[in-house]
Protein backbone atom coordinates (compact mmCIF):
# COMPACT_ATOMS: atom_id res chain seq x y z
CA UNK A 1 0.00 0.00 0.00
CA UNK A 2 1.07 3.11 -1.32
CA UNK A 3 2.28 5.80 2.05
CA UNK A 4 0.95 9.19 1.90
CA UNK A 5 2.11 12.29 3.88
CA UNK A 6 -0.75 14.95 4.66
CA UNK A 7 -0.20 18.28 6.72
CA UNK A 8 -3.71 19.14 8.15
CA UNK A 9 -3.91 22.87 9.77
CA UNK A 10 -6.41 22.08 12.16
CA UNK A 11 -8.63 24.35 14.48
CA UNK A 12 -11.97 21.60 15.75
CA UNK A 13 -14.63 19.66 14.61
CA UNK A 14 -14.22 20.19 10.79
CA UNK A 15 -10.76 19.24 10.46
CA UNK A 16 -11.10 16.02 13.10
CA UNK A 17 -13.66 15.06 10.28
CA UNK A 18 -10.86 16.04 7.63
CA UNK A 19 -8.34 13.56 9.74
CA UNK A 20 -11.03 10.82 9.98
CA UNK A 21 -11.79 11.00 6.13
CA UNK A 22 -7.90 10.63 5.64
CA UNK A 23 -7.55 8.18 8.31
CA UNK A 24 -10.24 5.49 6.43
CA UNK A 25 -8.26 5.36 3.16
CA UNK A 26 -8.66 2.24 1.68
CA UNK A 27 -5.76 2.82 -0.96
CA UNK A 28 -3.18 4.29 0.80
CA UNK A 29 -1.29 4.26 4.43
CA UNK A 30 -1.93 8.26 5.49
CA UNK A 31 0.87 9.57 7.62
CA UNK A 32 -0.89 12.94 8.99
CA UNK A 33 1.07 16.01 10.53
CA UNK A 34 -1.67 18.12 12.45
CA UNK A 35 -0.96 21.87 13.10
CA UNK A 36 -3.54 22.20 15.64
CA UNK A 37 -5.35 25.31 17.50
CA UNK A 38 -5.33 22.77 20.77
CA UNK A 39 -4.66 19.52 21.92
CA UNK A 40 -7.43 17.81 20.35
CA UNK A 41 -8.17 14.49 21.50
CA UNK A 42 -9.11 12.98 18.17
CA UNK A 43 -6.12 14.16 16.18
CA UNK A 44 -3.54 13.52 19.06
CA UNK A 45 -4.84 9.68 18.58
CA UNK A 46 -4.61 9.90 14.77
CA UNK A 47 -1.72 11.87 13.99
CA UNK A 48 1.96 11.05 13.25
CA UNK A 49 2.73 13.82 14.64
CA UNK A 50 0.59 16.74 16.20
CA UNK A 51 1.29 19.80 17.14
CA UNK A 52 0.13 23.04 19.10
CA UNK A 53 -0.19 26.36 17.27
CA UNK A 54 -2.95 28.01 19.35
CA UNK A 55 -2.86 30.85 17.27
CA UNK A 56 -2.24 29.43 14.08
CA UNK A 57 0.65 31.67 13.16
CA UNK A 58 1.67 31.16 9.65
CA UNK A 59 5.11 31.19 10.39
CA UNK A 60 5.07 28.56 12.80
CA UNK A 61 2.81 26.50 10.60
CA UNK A 62 5.65 26.73 8.18
CA UNK A 63 7.89 25.81 10.26
CA UNK A 64 6.45 23.03 11.24
CA UNK A 65 5.77 22.14 7.32
CA UNK A 66 9.54 22.58 6.53
CA UNK A 67 10.84 20.28 9.32
CA UNK A 68 8.53 17.26 7.76
CA UNK A 69 8.94 18.79 3.99
CA UNK A 70 10.74 15.74 2.95
CA UNK A 71 7.76 12.90 4.24
CA UNK A 72 4.68 15.66 2.99
CA UNK A 73 3.05 14.60 -0.56
CA UNK A 74 0.23 17.77 0.51
CA UNK A 75 -1.54 19.73 2.78
CA UNK A 76 -4.76 20.86 3.31
CA UNK A 77 -6.28 23.68 5.53
CA UNK A 78 -9.71 24.02 6.84
CA UNK A 79 -9.94 27.36 8.96
CA UNK A 80 -10.39 30.74 7.87
CA UNK A 81 -7.61 32.99 9.51
CA UNK A 82 -4.74 31.04 8.05
CA UNK A 83 -6.08 31.00 4.61
CA UNK A 84 -6.96 34.74 4.95
CA UNK A 85 -3.42 35.11 6.62
CA UNK A 86 -1.53 33.45 3.27
CA UNK A 87 -0.47 30.17 4.54
CA UNK A 88 -0.79 28.61 1.26
CA UNK A 89 1.07 31.45 -0.44
CA UNK A 90 4.07 30.96 2.29
CA UNK A 91 4.01 26.98 2.73
CA UNK A 92 4.12 26.77 -1.00
CA UNK A 93 6.63 29.24 -1.57
CA UNK A 94 9.33 28.06 0.97
CA UNK A 95 8.79 24.44 0.93
CA UNK A 96 7.01 23.73 -2.46
CA UNK A 97 4.36 21.41 -0.50
CA UNK A 98 1.26 22.01 -2.66
CA UNK A 99 -1.61 22.91 -0.21
CA UNK A 100 -4.83 22.71 -0.68
CA UNK A 101 -6.95 25.77 0.27
CA UNK A 102 -7.23 29.04 -1.86
CA UNK A 103 -4.37 31.30 -2.14
CA UNK A 104 -4.36 34.53 0.41
CA UNK A 105 -6.01 36.58 -3.24
CA UNK A 106 -8.66 34.23 -3.25
CA UNK A 107 -9.78 34.13 0.58
CA UNK A 108 -12.78 36.20 -0.65
CA UNK A 109 -14.40 36.48 3.16
CA UNK A 110 -11.66 38.52 4.34
CA UNK A 111 -13.94 41.63 2.80
CA UNK A 112 -17.54 42.00 2.64
CA UNK A 113 -17.53 45.11 0.69
CA UNK A 114 -15.55 43.30 -1.78
CA UNK A 115 -18.02 40.15 -1.95
CA UNK A 116 -20.75 42.44 -2.88
CA UNK A 117 -18.90 44.54 -5.32
CA UNK A 118 -18.36 41.30 -6.73
CA UNK A 119 -21.53 40.04 -7.03
CA UNK A 120 -22.85 43.23 -7.94
CA UNK A 121 -20.68 43.19 -11.08
CA UNK A 122 -21.13 39.35 -11.88
CA UNK A 123 -24.69 38.04 -10.36
CA UNK A 124 -26.40 41.61 -9.29
CA UNK A 125 -29.74 39.57 -8.78
CA UNK A 126 -28.53 37.74 -5.55
CA UNK A 127 -27.03 40.61 -4.51
CA UNK A 128 -29.58 42.47 -1.55
CA UNK A 129 -29.80 46.35 -1.82
CA UNK A 130 -26.28 47.11 -0.11
CA UNK A 131 -24.95 50.49 1.01
CA UNK A 132 -21.28 50.71 2.09
CA UNK A 133 -19.81 53.81 4.47
CA UNK A 134 -16.24 54.31 4.47
CA UNK A 135 -14.68 56.20 7.47
CA UNK A 136 -12.58 58.45 5.06
CA UNK A 137 -16.03 59.81 3.13
CA UNK A 138 -17.06 61.96 6.07
CA UNK A 139 -16.32 64.65 8.11
CA UNK A 140 -18.08 63.54 11.40
CA UNK A 141 -20.29 61.66 13.00
CA UNK A 142 -23.39 63.79 12.53
CA UNK A 143 -22.51 63.87 8.66
CA UNK A 144 -22.98 59.88 8.17
CA UNK A 145 -25.91 59.63 10.88
CA UNK A 146 -27.95 61.68 8.52
CA UNK A 147 -26.73 59.57 5.71
CA UNK A 148 -26.99 56.25 7.30
CA UNK A 149 -30.68 57.15 8.65
CA UNK A 150 -31.56 58.42 5.51
CA UNK A 151 -30.93 54.68 3.83
CA UNK A 152 -32.95 53.26 6.73
CA UNK A 153 -35.55 55.17 5.88
CA UNK A 154 -35.52 53.62 2.17
CA UNK A 155 -35.11 49.96 3.70
CA UNK A 156 -38.11 50.10 6.43
CA UNK A 157 -35.30 49.94 9.11
CA UNK A 158 -34.88 46.46 7.45
CA UNK A 159 -31.29 45.80 7.42
CA UNK A 160 -28.41 44.02 8.46
CA UNK A 161 -25.17 45.53 9.51
CA UNK A 162 -21.79 44.15 8.71
CA UNK A 163 -18.16 45.11 9.30
CA UNK A 164 -16.19 44.88 6.30
CA UNK A 165 -13.56 42.53 7.82
CA UNK A 166 -14.00 39.28 10.00
CA UNK A 167 -13.59 39.69 13.75
CA UNK A 168 -13.81 43.66 13.86
CA UNK A 169 -15.76 45.28 16.16
CA UNK A 170 -18.80 44.52 17.42
CA UNK A 171 -19.42 41.79 13.90
CA UNK A 172 -23.48 41.31 12.34
CA UNK A 173 -26.29 43.20 13.96
CA UNK A 174 -29.79 42.39 12.39
CA UNK A 175 -32.48 44.61 13.20
CA UNK A 176 -35.38 43.25 15.30
CA UNK A 177 -32.42 40.42 16.31
CA UNK A 178 -29.51 42.78 17.90
CA UNK A 179 -31.27 46.05 18.22
CA UNK A 180 -34.86 47.17 17.73
CA UNK A 181 -34.15 51.30 18.23
CA UNK A 182 -32.35 53.42 15.36
CA UNK A 183 -29.54 54.48 18.58
CA UNK A 184 -29.04 50.77 19.36
CA UNK A 185 -28.18 50.39 15.60
CA UNK A 186 -26.33 53.82 15.21
CA UNK A 187 -23.79 52.42 18.51
CA UNK A 188 -23.47 49.13 16.37
CA UNK A 189 -22.88 50.72 13.45
CA UNK A 190 -20.36 53.17 14.88
CA UNK A 191 -18.62 50.38 16.80
CA UNK A 192 -17.74 48.38 13.39
CA UNK A 193 -16.96 51.84 11.65
CA UNK A 194 -13.90 53.14 14.01
CA UNK A 195 -12.44 49.61 12.59
CA UNK A 196 -13.05 50.54 8.85
CA UNK A 197 -15.89 50.05 6.19
CA UNK A 198 -19.38 49.17 7.42
CA UNK A 199 -22.24 47.56 4.82
CA UNK A 200 -25.54 48.06 5.66
CA UNK A 201 -27.47 45.83 3.30
CA UNK A 202 -31.11 44.84 2.92
CA UNK A 203 -32.62 41.82 5.73
CA UNK A 204 -33.90 39.20 3.47
CA UNK A 205 -36.41 36.76 4.70
CA UNK A 206 -36.36 33.06 3.51
CA UNK A 207 -35.11 30.13 4.34
CA UNK A 208 -31.70 29.39 4.36
CA UNK A 209 -28.93 26.86 2.44
CA UNK A 210 -25.17 26.19 2.72
CA UNK A 211 -23.88 25.07 -0.97
CA UNK A 212 -19.99 24.09 -1.13
CA UNK A 213 -17.86 23.23 -4.04
CA UNK A 214 -14.62 21.30 -4.44
CA UNK A 215 -12.19 23.03 -6.64
CA UNK A 216 -9.25 21.80 -8.80
CA UNK A 217 -8.89 25.26 -10.29
CA UNK A 218 -10.05 24.24 -13.28
CA UNK A 219 -13.48 22.41 -12.50
CA UNK A 220 -16.10 23.91 -10.01
CA UNK A 221 -17.64 20.21 -8.17
CA UNK A 222 -21.18 20.80 -6.23
CA UNK A 223 -21.87 19.17 -3.02
CA UNK A 224 -25.24 18.08 -1.73
CA UNK A 225 -26.74 20.83 -0.09
CA UNK A 226 -26.67 21.50 3.97
CA UNK A 227 -28.83 23.34 6.48
CA UNK A 228 -27.14 24.82 9.52
CA UNK A 229 -28.45 26.05 12.37
CA UNK A 230 -26.95 29.35 13.41
CA UNK A 231 -29.09 30.19 16.87
CA UNK A 232 -27.86 29.25 20.15
CA UNK A 233 -31.07 27.87 21.46
CA UNK A 234 -34.45 25.58 20.07
CA UNK A 235 -37.05 27.10 18.12
CA UNK A 236 -34.27 29.58 16.66
CA UNK A 237 -34.04 31.84 19.61
CA UNK A 238 -31.24 33.06 21.00
CA UNK A 239 -28.31 34.78 19.28
CA UNK A 240 -26.11 33.90 16.13
CA UNK A 241 -23.34 30.80 16.93
CA UNK A 242 -21.25 29.37 14.80
CA UNK A 243 -23.51 26.98 14.11
CA UNK A 244 -25.10 24.27 16.56
CA UNK A 245 -25.47 21.44 14.14
CA UNK A 246 -26.65 20.84 10.83
CA UNK A 247 -28.64 18.58 8.07
CA UNK A 248 -28.19 17.06 4.54
CA UNK A 249 -31.35 15.11 2.91
CA UNK A 250 -30.49 11.57 1.08
CA UNK A 251 -30.01 13.52 -2.25
CA UNK A 252 -28.57 17.01 -3.40
CA UNK A 253 -31.15 19.23 -2.30
CA UNK A 254 -32.86 19.91 0.92
CA UNK A 255 -36.68 19.37 1.78
CA UNK A 256 -37.70 23.27 1.06
CA UNK A 257 -35.96 23.42 -1.82
CA UNK A 258 -36.71 22.34 -5.66
CA UNK A 259 -34.46 20.77 -7.87
CA UNK A 260 -34.42 23.95 -10.21
CA UNK A 261 -33.59 26.06 -6.90
CA UNK A 262 -30.34 23.82 -6.32
CA UNK A 263 -29.60 24.36 -10.57
CA UNK A 264 -30.06 28.54 -9.89
CA UNK A 265 -27.55 28.13 -6.92
CA UNK A 266 -24.88 26.38 -9.57
CA UNK A 267 -25.43 28.87 -12.44
CA UNK A 268 -24.75 31.37 -9.58
CA UNK A 269 -21.57 30.03 -8.27
CA UNK A 270 -20.28 29.09 -11.84
CA UNK A 271 -20.98 32.65 -13.13
CA UNK A 272 -18.62 33.60 -10.22
CA UNK A 273 -16.26 30.89 -10.63
CA UNK A 274 -15.31 31.80 -14.22
CA UNK A 275 -15.05 35.68 -13.32
CA UNK A 276 -12.22 34.72 -10.67
CA UNK A 277 -10.89 32.12 -12.68
CA UNK A 278 -10.25 34.46 -15.45
CA UNK A 279 -9.28 33.78 -18.75
CA UNK A 280 -6.89 31.03 -18.19
CA UNK A 281 -8.05 27.43 -18.31
CA UNK A 282 -7.18 26.56 -14.96
CA UNK A 283 -6.53 28.78 -12.40
CA UNK A 284 -4.58 26.82 -9.11
CA UNK A 285 -5.13 29.33 -6.58
CA UNK A 286 -8.63 28.30 -6.14
CA UNK A 287 -7.47 25.16 -4.52
CA UNK A 288 -9.86 23.52 -2.10
CA UNK A 289 -13.45 24.96 -1.23
CA UNK A 290 -13.55 28.83 -2.64
CA UNK A 291 -17.31 28.83 -2.56
CA UNK A 292 -19.13 27.79 0.53
CA UNK A 293 -21.91 30.01 0.49
CA UNK A 294 -24.89 31.30 2.37
CA UNK A 295 -28.09 31.90 -0.21
CA UNK A 296 -31.00 32.50 0.89
CA UNK A 297 -34.79 31.68 -1.09
CA UNK A 298 -36.82 34.37 -0.84
CA UNK A 299 -40.05 35.36 -2.80
CA UNK A 300 -37.77 37.56 -5.02
CA UNK A 301 -35.49 34.09 -6.07
CA UNK A 302 -32.57 33.91 -4.51
CA UNK A 303 -30.14 35.65 -2.31
CA UNK A 304 -26.50 35.27 -1.49
CA UNK A 305 -25.90 36.49 2.39
CA UNK A 306 -22.00 35.67 1.83
CA UNK A 307 -19.17 33.65 0.90
CA UNK A 308 -16.70 32.10 2.55
CA UNK A 309 -13.78 30.60 1.15
CA UNK A 310 -13.13 27.17 3.31
CA UNK A 311 -15.35 24.34 4.00
CA UNK A 312 -18.39 24.81 6.16
CA UNK A 313 -18.07 23.98 10.05
CA UNK A 314 -20.36 21.85 10.85
CA UNK A 315 -21.59 21.94 7.00
CA UNK A 316 -18.58 19.38 5.58
CA UNK A 317 -19.31 17.17 8.46
CA UNK A 318 -22.55 16.18 7.15
CA UNK A 319 -20.78 15.42 3.72
CA UNK A 320 -17.11 13.92 4.81
CA UNK A 321 -18.31 10.60 6.01
CA UNK A 322 -20.70 10.21 3.10
CA UNK A 323 -18.12 9.86 0.66
CA UNK A 324 -17.81 6.79 -1.48
CA UNK A 325 -13.99 7.52 -2.74
CA UNK A 326 -10.89 7.45 -0.97
CA UNK A 327 -10.59 11.03 0.23
CA UNK A 328 -6.91 10.86 -0.59
CA UNK A 329 -7.84 10.37 -4.40
CA UNK A 330 -10.57 13.51 -4.02
CA UNK A 331 -7.36 15.36 -2.95
CA UNK A 332 -4.87 14.24 -5.82
CA UNK A 333 -7.55 14.68 -8.36
CA UNK A 334 -7.75 18.50 -7.27
CA UNK A 335 -3.81 18.70 -7.01
CA UNK A 336 -3.60 17.55 -10.44
CA UNK A 337 -6.37 19.10 -11.84
CA UNK A 338 -8.73 16.46 -13.16
CA UNK A 339 -11.42 16.54 -10.27
CA UNK A 340 -14.74 16.15 -12.65
CA UNK A 341 -17.26 14.65 -10.23
CA UNK A 342 -17.40 13.03 -6.47
CA UNK A 343 -19.25 10.06 -6.03
CA UNK A 344 -21.30 10.12 -2.36
CA UNK A 345 -23.93 7.77 -0.64
CA UNK A 346 -27.29 8.29 -0.81
CA UNK A 347 -27.68 8.95 2.52
CA UNK A 348 -28.78 11.62 5.14
CA UNK A 349 -26.42 13.05 7.85
CA UNK A 350 -27.30 15.27 10.76
CA UNK A 351 -24.62 16.75 12.87
CA UNK A 352 -25.53 17.77 16.49
CA UNK A 353 -23.34 19.88 18.45
CA UNK A 354 -22.81 19.99 21.95
CA UNK A 355 -20.76 23.63 23.91
CA UNK A 356 -19.64 25.08 27.24
CA UNK A 357 -22.40 26.51 28.97
CA UNK A 358 -21.15 29.96 28.60
CA UNK A 359 -21.62 29.36 24.61
CA UNK A 360 -24.44 31.35 23.21
CA UNK A 361 -25.26 32.96 26.60
CA UNK A 362 -26.49 29.73 27.62
CA UNK A 363 -25.72 30.27 31.25
CA UNK A 364 -27.38 33.78 31.42
CA UNK A 365 -30.45 32.52 30.23
CA UNK A 366 -30.61 29.31 31.67
CA UNK A 367 -28.75 29.37 35.08
CA UNK A 368 -31.15 27.09 36.57
CA UNK A 369 -30.60 24.23 34.27
CA UNK A 370 -26.42 24.91 33.71
CA UNK A 371 -24.66 22.37 35.60
CA UNK A 372 -22.10 24.94 36.73
CA UNK A 373 -20.62 22.37 39.39
CA UNK A 374 -19.39 20.39 36.22
CA UNK A 375 -17.50 23.51 34.45
CA UNK A 376 -13.82 22.36 33.40
CA UNK A 377 -14.58 19.05 34.79
CA UNK A 378 -13.61 16.02 32.21
CA UNK A 379 -15.45 15.26 28.94
CA UNK A 380 -16.45 11.43 28.19
CA UNK A 381 -16.77 10.24 25.14
CA UNK A 382 -15.99 6.68 25.70
CA UNK A 383 -19.74 5.55 25.56
CA UNK A 384 -20.55 7.77 22.38
CA UNK A 385 -17.73 6.13 20.85
CA UNK A 386 -18.85 2.66 21.79
CA UNK A 387 -21.84 3.06 20.37
CA UNK A 388 -20.07 1.93 16.96
CA UNK A 389 -20.36 -1.39 18.12
CA UNK A 390 -24.39 -0.57 17.42
CA UNK A 391 -24.35 1.61 14.56
CA UNK A 392 -20.90 0.81 12.59
CA UNK A 393 -19.81 3.59 10.26
CA UNK A 394 -23.49 5.20 10.78
CA UNK A 395 -21.70 7.52 14.16
CA UNK A 396 -19.05 9.39 14.12
CA UNK A 397 -17.84 11.20 17.52
CA UNK A 398 -15.51 14.18 16.46
CA UNK A 399 -14.06 16.69 19.42
CA UNK A 400 -13.86 20.24 18.25
CA UNK A 401 -12.97 23.04 21.10
CA UNK A 402 -11.14 20.45 23.69
CA UNK A 403 -7.91 19.70 24.98
CA UNK A 404 -6.31 16.27 26.40
CA UNK A 405 -4.78 16.88 29.47
CA UNK A 406 -2.97 13.43 30.71
CA UNK A 407 -6.12 11.02 29.47
CA UNK A 408 -8.80 13.11 29.99
CA UNK A 409 -10.35 15.41 27.38
CA UNK A 410 -11.75 18.41 28.41
CA UNK A 411 -13.90 21.52 26.76
CA UNK A 412 -12.60 25.05 25.96
CA UNK A 413 -14.42 27.79 25.21
CA UNK A 414 -16.09 27.01 22.21
CA UNK A 415 -18.60 24.23 20.01
CA UNK A 416 -16.81 21.36 21.92
CA UNK A 417 -17.99 18.09 20.35
CA UNK A 418 -20.04 17.24 17.45
CA UNK A 419 -22.13 13.51 16.79
CA UNK A 420 -22.55 12.79 13.36
CA UNK A 421 -25.67 10.42 12.48
CA UNK A 422 -26.22 9.19 9.13
CA UNK A 423 -29.11 7.07 7.79
CA UNK A 424 -31.45 6.14 5.16
CA UNK A 425 -33.80 9.77 6.10
CA UNK A 426 -33.45 12.65 8.08
CA UNK A 427 -35.10 11.49 10.87
CA UNK A 428 -33.00 8.26 11.53
CA UNK A 429 -30.01 9.80 11.31
CA UNK A 430 -31.23 12.49 13.69
CA UNK A 431 -32.30 9.69 16.07
CA UNK A 432 -28.21 8.38 15.97
CA UNK A 433 -26.56 11.55 16.28
CA UNK A 434 -28.90 12.51 19.47
CA UNK A 435 -28.18 9.35 20.97
CA UNK A 436 -24.84 9.50 20.57
CA UNK A 437 -25.09 13.64 22.15
CA UNK A 438 -26.93 12.29 24.79
CA UNK A 439 -24.46 9.48 26.42
CA UNK A 440 -21.79 12.29 26.50
CA UNK A 441 -21.24 13.48 30.13
CA UNK A 442 -19.83 16.03 31.95
CA UNK A 443 -17.98 19.28 31.45
CA UNK A 444 -21.92 21.16 31.97
CA UNK A 445 -21.75 20.66 28.18
CA UNK A 446 -25.91 21.70 26.75
CA UNK A 447 -27.41 20.79 23.13
CA UNK A 448 -29.80 22.17 20.99
CA UNK A 449 -32.48 19.08 20.89
CA UNK A 450 -34.53 20.24 17.90
CA UNK A 451 -31.43 20.25 14.68
CA UNK A 452 -33.28 18.34 12.16
CA UNK A 453 -36.54 17.71 13.99
CA UNK A 454 -39.82 16.78 11.55
CA UNK A 455 -41.25 20.33 13.22
CA UNK A 456 -38.38 22.42 12.02
CA UNK A 457 -38.13 21.06 8.66
CA UNK A 458 -41.92 21.22 7.84
CA UNK A 459 -41.78 24.78 9.56
CA UNK A 460 -39.12 25.40 6.75
CA UNK A 461 -41.50 23.74 3.61
CA UNK A 462 -44.48 25.69 4.85
CA UNK A 463 -42.75 29.39 5.04
CA UNK A 464 -41.02 28.74 1.50
CA UNK A 465 -44.29 27.03 0.00
CA UNK A 466 -45.94 30.81 1.52
CA UNK A 467 -43.02 32.73 0.10
CA UNK A 468 -43.40 31.33 -3.18
CA UNK A 469 -47.46 31.88 -3.31
CA UNK A 470 -46.61 35.56 -2.33
CA UNK A 471 -43.97 36.18 -5.25
CA UNK A 472 -46.22 34.63 -7.59
Known sequence: MESVGVLIVAYGAREAAIVDAFSRSINYKV????ADKQKNPFNVQKATEHVVISDLNVD???????????????????????IIDGVRDTVEKKTKI??????????????????RNLFQKVVPEVNPRFKVFYPTQYRGTEEVKRELFSWLDELENQVA?????????KGVGVWGDHFTTREQLFEHFLDNFKHGAVIVEEKVEGEESSFQAFCDGRHLVPLPETRDYKR?????KGPNTGGMGSY?????????????????????????????????????????VPFYVAFIHTKDGLKILENNSRPGDPEIINILPLLKEDFVDVCFRMLEGILTRVEMDKKASVVTYKVPPTYGGYIDVFREKAKTNEIDTPVFLNQAYNLNKKYGDNIRVYPASMEQRDDQAYALRS?????VGIGDNIQAAREISLEGINSIKGGALWNRTDIASKEHINKSISHMQQLRGKGH
Open 248 to 288: KDVGDVLPFMTNIDREKEVQVVNKIFEKIKGKTARNVALLG
Open 31 to 34: RMYV
Open 415 to 419: RAVCV
Open 161 to 169: VKPDTPAAG
Open 60 to 82: EICRFAEKHADKLDFGIVGPEKP
Open 98 to 115: PIICPAKEYAIEKSKVAQ
Open 232 to 236: AFDGD
